[in-house]
């Protein structure tokens, strides 16, 4: 626990202008991003008596060892800028709304030829309209199935639209009336692209200018007496009131809204946001957050509008934003938001009428949210804590380990050895640090040898950052005696959503947001830590945990000691009887089955066996899909698949003339006499085995199910393989 008073800037350093400030912790991590008008006064009330701080802000500023801030121009700069820094640092101590869903959205692909109706979950893509959030993906296709009878768009996905197009046979829906069948030309790009937009004119709201077109048309058949397509009119404007019927009128006035509403206690807030437009709810979604500092409702509701927005522009931001309290200053946020639309943007607090009626019925929907959360959070949080607790007691720990490492090898009968490191905070994975080895040190198989070259590479990478830092004392370097191979360019790409590093700025110079960078925090040597996010391997665990007994645990621990480290406690998880092993005990440490604290080190420990098997399937399934056109120079994707499409299998082709290739369009006889020689030089192929039935497959038929498929073709049966795997 650092004292505040050991890093509290200077009388009179601190501007008194905008800007937004940082609290990083002893390893030089962001923990708290914040903004003020006056950098000056904001800084001030973090370094008054402890005594006088909300409880989580004392947690905050005795866990930080720096501040250093960024003097912006404007205060919608500085709300620009704590938005980015939020989002790029996750900071554990600010304000995170967590969504308990990846809510899904009714999509239409205008980016393509045939644009495609169709479920969409994630990050929203340029070109494509969206429409929701909906609460469940059921209620998307519900509505979906009622207006593919009057706006019969295409659904399919691209593999059977293809399909469909060389045998020129549509699918059902085509034939049942619900797809237009572009793919079989029965209609054009052009009108296909015309029902496309009518769809997405119905579901911004424009509803009534379809109904009465079509009544006007039932009328019509009705008079001419075709009374089939007059009843098939009828049909089709009763499918579009029922699809308006799921959304029901709220605003009379075909209003466009965002209603926000926030339900809190001491420790906790819970966001409801109901998206309306044309008057209807069109879209609902929730968050939860702990209250992580001594934070007002307006605050609140500014983290929500920059989680809401930050990415978003044009009409996906209202006209009208309704809010149960308006943030301090409101001016920068309501420009902020004009900013991101691009013409006015309301944010203010609905008084009375429909608007104040329909803000009530969201904040209902807001305490409900909290009071489930608490429900379900409650065991939860105390099963954790036990957990952890139990942890620290059966390995005589200090304290609880709020950050577990694990390390697993897997390798197929000794080949594509590969080793996964997966981490756990407070008790959950931050799958955003996961990191995944090659082992290159040695050939073969040794599980003990490839655990102690994982574990030195990634605590040499530790320390180097440390050193980098300037962390160490003066005169101490503990990787000058270090042994074991070297990390550089041994590491693979992090798996999702991992930090990188990039440049430093100097002290006091022009960062690259164009914006002047001043720092309370003294840096060793000269060097500037350029960012706080968590990079690869700069921080450290509690706990490692690898998957093994005895020898495992004790290359991990020589590993650390190689490298100076004592402060690190290592422990192993043998799979036969789910013992816990020590470094030099003779005996294991056994859990209770029961114990809370063996079922976390479990999920740890097959979570890292998941990650690294899934690793070591994706490598050993690029090797087995190798092929002798591989290595020939300036052969592309599309050429190889060109020359398959020809010969028909690998077989043939490896059999054809050089005349014979030449044949294939875009082949020139250089590229060709390259390919028979590739094929000349390569080994052949070991007979296939048929994974399902165990028998040998002929090499022309094996190899073109290899190539059509893109499976690899195993060498023995499935379940054998399994068992050979680790």
């Not at 098939?232 to 308006?244: G, Y």
């Not at 799979?575 to 056994?590: A, H, Q, T």
Request: glycine share 8%.
């Amino acid at each position: 626990m650092a004292d505040p008073s050991s890093y509290r800037p200077k009388p009179g350093q601190i501007p008194d202008s905008p800007g937004v400030y940082r609290f990083r912790d002893e390893h030089r991590r962001v923990i708290y991003v914040g903004k003020a008008k006056s950098l000056r006064q904001r800084l001030a009330n973090y370094f008054q008596d402890l005594a006088g701080l909300h409880p989580r802000t004392r947690t905050m500023v005795t866990t930080a060892a720096s501040v250093e801030w960024t003097v912006v121009s404007t205060e919608v700069e500085a709300l620009q800028l704590e938005y980015s820094w939020i989002k790029e640092y996750d900071p554990r101590f600010n304000v995170k709304y967590r969504d308990d869903k990846s809510y899904p959205y009714l999509a239409v692909t205008m980016n393509e030829e045939f644009p495609r109706v169709q479920v969409m979950r994630g990050h929203k893509k340029k070109g494509v309209r969206y429409f929701g959030p909906y609460a469940h993906a059921w209620a998307i296709r519900d509505t979906v199935d009622l207006l593919l009878r009057v706006f019969p768009v295409r659904t399919c996905s691209a593999g059977v639209f293809k399909n469909a197009s060389r045998t020129g046979r549509p699918c059902l829906l085509g034939y049942i009336g619900k797809c237009s069948a572009p793919c079989v030309a029965r209609v054009s790009a052009e009108d296909h692209r015309e029902l496309a937009e009518e769809f997405c004119d119905f579901m911004t709201g424009r509803t009534n200018t379809y109904l009465r077109r079509l009544e006007k048309q039932m009328t019509e058949a009705a008079e001419e007496m075709e009374y089939e397509r007059a009843a098939r009119l009828r049909d089709d404007i009763e499918a579009l009131k029922k699809a308006m019927e799921k959304n029901a009128v709220v605003l009379a006035d075909a209003t466009d809204a965002d209603l926000i509403a926030v339900a809190e206690d001491e420790l906790e807030a819970a966001v409801q946001i109901f998206h309306v437009r044309g008057g209807r709810v069109r879209g609902q979604r929730g968050w939860v957050t702990d209250k992580v500092e001594e934070i007002t409702t307006g605050a609140l509701v500014e983290h929500a509008l920059q989680q809401l927005y930050g990415e978003e522009t044009g009409d996906a931001v209202p006209k009208e934003v309704l809010v149960p309290a308006l943030p301090d200053p409101l001016d920068p946020v309501q420009e902020w938001l004009s900013g991101r639309r691009g013409s006015n943007v309301s944010l203010r607090i609905p008084q009375r009428g429909d608007k104040r009626a329909l803000m009530e019925t969201v904040e209902r929907n807001a305490q409900q949210a909290l009071v489930l959360h608490k429900t379900r959070r409650a065991s939860d949080l105390t099963t954790r804590s036990r957990a952890l607790e139990e942890i620290a007691d059966a390995l005589d720990l200090d304290s609880a380990p709020l950050r577990i490492e694990c390390y697993d090898i897997s390798h197929l009968q000794g080949e594509d050895v590969v080793a996964s490191m997966v981490v756990f905070e407070d008790g959950l994975a931050r799958k955003s640090e996961y990191r995944r080895f090659q082992i290159k040190g040695f050939e073969g198989q040794d599980d003990v040898r490839s655990m102690h070259e994982v574990i030195t590479r990634r605590f040499k990478r530790y320390l180097a950052e440390k050193e980098r830092t300037g962390e160490w004392a003066d005169g101490e370097d503990p990787l000058a005696d270090s042994s074991g191979p070297d990390s550089s360019g041994s590491l693979t790409e992090p798996s999702s959503g991992a930090d990188t590093d990039s440049s430093s700025d100097p002290v006091g110079g022009t960062s690259s947001t164009g914006l002047t960078d001043t720092s309370s925090a003294p840096l060793a040597n000269g060097l500037k830590d350029e960012d706080g996010r968590p990079k690869r391997f700069a921080y450290p665990p509690q706990l490692v945990v690898v998957d093994g007994g005895q020898p495992q645990v004790a290359a991990a621990r020589r590993a650390l000691d190689e490298l100076g480290i004592d402060d690190i406690a290592v422990c192993g998880l043998a799979k036969r009887l789910e013992e816990v092993w020590l470094p030099g005990d003779d005996d294991p440490v056994v859990l209770p089955r029961t114990s809370e604290g063996l079922y976390l080190l479990q999920r740890v420990r097959d979570e890292a066996h998941r990650f690294a098997i899934t690793y070591q399937r994706t490598k050993r399934g690029k090797r087995f899909r190798a092929s002798p056109l591989d290595d020939v120079p300036g052969l592309g994707e599309t050429r190889k698949q060109a020359l398959i499409k020809h010969f028909g299998s690998v077989k043939k082709l490896r059999a054809a003339t050089i005349d014979q290739i030449c044949e294939v369009p875009g082949i020139g006889r250089k590229t060709a006499e390259t390919v028979a020689a590739a094929f000349a030089t390569a080994a052949p192929a070991a007979p296939a085995v048929n994974t399902a039935t165990g028998e040998i497959m002929e090499d022309e038929e094996s190899e073109t199910t290899a190539e059509t498929s893109g499976e690899p073709v195993s060498a023995g049966a499935s379940d054998e393989r399994r068992g050979q795997e680790r």
